[in-house]
């Protein structure tokens, strides 16, 4: 199981940060994703992380305002959203997979969605 947290309200330029909890299984041995869906968007990848964290992803919207990374003594990844974008808003999820991919149908386990909202 996993729990993503952190989401709310945060201004244009501001920073806020995801974690991804997972539960009842080591977390050690799958790449995580971080995915978002808007309103009347399809779900986009918007970074992944393989096991060891020595290979990250990122989609072209986000590169070099958000660091996927994860702590896996503690069982958790993080998003970290610098300078965030009203385009930015959207439904973010955490999923967990056997293989670094940016397909969602690598992913098999997900957790439910944090709200993220970009907004002065």
């Known amino acids: 199981q996993l729990q993503a947290s952190g989401g709310g309200l945060v201004q244009p330029g501001g920073s806020l940060r995801l974690s991804c909890e997972a539960s009842g299984f080591d977390l050690d041995y799958h790449a995580v994703g971080w995915f978002r869906q808007a309103p009347g968007k399809e779900r986009e990848l918007v970074a992944s992380?393989?096991?060891?964290?020595?290979?990250?992803y990122y989609a072209d919207s986000v590169k070099g305002r958000f660091t996927i990374s994860r702590d896996n003594a503690k069982n958790t990844a993080y998003l970290q959203m610098n300078s965030p974008k009203p385009e930015d808003t959207a439904v973010y999820y955490c999923?967990?997979?056997?293989?670094?991919?940016?397909?969602?149908?690598?992913?098999?386990?997900w957790g439910p969605g944090t709200q993220v909202t970009v907004s002065s």
């Open positions: 992380i393989t096991g060891a964290g020595d290979h990250r």
């Open positions: 999923a967990a997979g056997k293989k670094f991919s940016s397909w969602a149908s690598d992913f098999d386990s």
